[in-house]
């Protein structure tokens, strides 16, 4: 299924593995059906995910639009299962306003954040998840600004699903995944990836040595328990599920959406032929 030719990443790149993971995912076919997934992203090198899965659907959109994107791919046929891959830049900087909205409405979109702290794609500035101090060729006297911490922002906002996971425990980035995608609501998973070429602190070695599953005991159903675990700024990053809540999802909640028959069954009123698409690209 992934299409090595048209791989463009670095060697060692924490990507492979993320791609390796959904991949299995996608091929086992008990958890997703191929046929009726799309995956969506914006741009980055976190947003070449698409690139790779075919014969999978993707849509690969405009930077910081991969949420709008997925929103209305959702509305439209709410029978699909979207599934968005984004950069820490795209996610948190230029889509930072999408994605507060997506958790507002709890769209069921699961949505798999690569963090690698950088602007991988545009060759190693800071992303908003870098921490103070940290230098980069651009930022080489250190970051200035505060770091945004998206679990408990997203917590803080409502999500209903939120857990963490990183490229250095491949097994558990695939139960998380799984979890994540049979979640019905919006579900913010944040991947920490190796960027081996811009990043050069947070290495396999740092990842191993800095991250540690969740207790078994942990209550998923503790929301402030969950913002104050995934706040540590010190010790050992916790990796795991840290809050899950049942809501209706935005697309089953909205009286314009029959729960029975999607947008695109039902149909807009009028046939959009070949003949429309020609016409209108000609234009
Ligand atoms: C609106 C807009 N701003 C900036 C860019 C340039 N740009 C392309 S990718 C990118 C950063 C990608 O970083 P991230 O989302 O973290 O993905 P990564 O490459 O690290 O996986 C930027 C700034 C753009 N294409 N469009
Ligand atoms: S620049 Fe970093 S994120 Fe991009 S392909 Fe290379 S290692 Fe991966
Ligand atoms: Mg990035």
């Known amino acids: 299924m992934i299409d090595k030719d048209k791989r463009t990443w670095c060697p060692g790149c924490g990507n492979f593995i993320i791609l390796k993971t959904i991949d299995s995912i996608l091929k086992h076919g008990d958890i997703l059906d191929i046929k009726n997934t799309v995956v969506v992203s914006g741009i980055g090198q976190a947003a070449k995910m698409p690139h790779h899965l075919s014969p999978c659907n993707g849509f690969?959109?405009?930077?910081?639009?991969?949420?709008?994107?997925?929103?209305?791919?959702?509305?439209?046929?709410h029978k699909l299962d979207v599934i968005l891959f984004s950069g820490d830049?795209?996610?948190?900087?230029e889509g930072g306003n999408h994605l507060i909205h997506a958790i507002r409405r709890n769209i069921n979109v699961t949505c798999f954040l690569h963090d690698n702290q950088v602007y991988g794609l545009t060759k190693g500035q800071a992303s908003p998840t870098m921490w103070e101090g940290e230098k980069t060729k651009i930022q080489y006297g250190g970051v200035t600004s505060r770091p945004l911490n998206p679990l408990p922002m997203a917590l803080s906002l409502g999500v209903t699903f939120a857990a963490r996971t990183s490229v250095s425990e491949p097994g558990h980035m695939k139960e998380i995944m799984e979890k994540a995608i049979q979640h019905k609501g919006f579900s913010l998973v944040q991947i920490m990836q190796t960027c081996p070429s811009y990043n050069k602190t947070r290495t396999m070695k740092w990842y191993r040595e800095n991250t540690v599953l969740l207790n078994d005991d942990h209550d998923t159903g503790d929301i402030f328990e969950a913002?104050?675990?995934?706040?540590?700024?010190?010790?050992?990053?916790?990796?795991g599920v840290f809050y899950q809540a049942e809501?209706?999802?935005?697309?089953?909640?909205?009286?314009?959406?029959?729960?029975?028959?999607?947008?695109?069954?039902?149909?807009?009123?009028?046939?959009?032929?070949?003949?429309?698409?020609?016409?209108?690209?000609k234009k």
């Open 227 to 239: 913002i104050r675990i995934t706040s540590e700024k010190s010790g050992k990053f916790k990796l």
């Open 247 to 281: 809501s209706i999802p935005y697309e089953l909640n909205n009286p314009v959406i029959d729960p029975e028959k999607s947008l695109v069954e039902k149909g807009f009123g009028f046939t959009f032929t070949e003949k429309d698409l020609a016409y209108l690209l």
């Open 89 to 93: 830049g795209d996610l948190l900087a």
């Open 60 to 77: 690969a959109g405009l930077h910081g639009r991969s949420l709008p994107n997925a929103t209305g791919i959702k509305i439209a046929n």
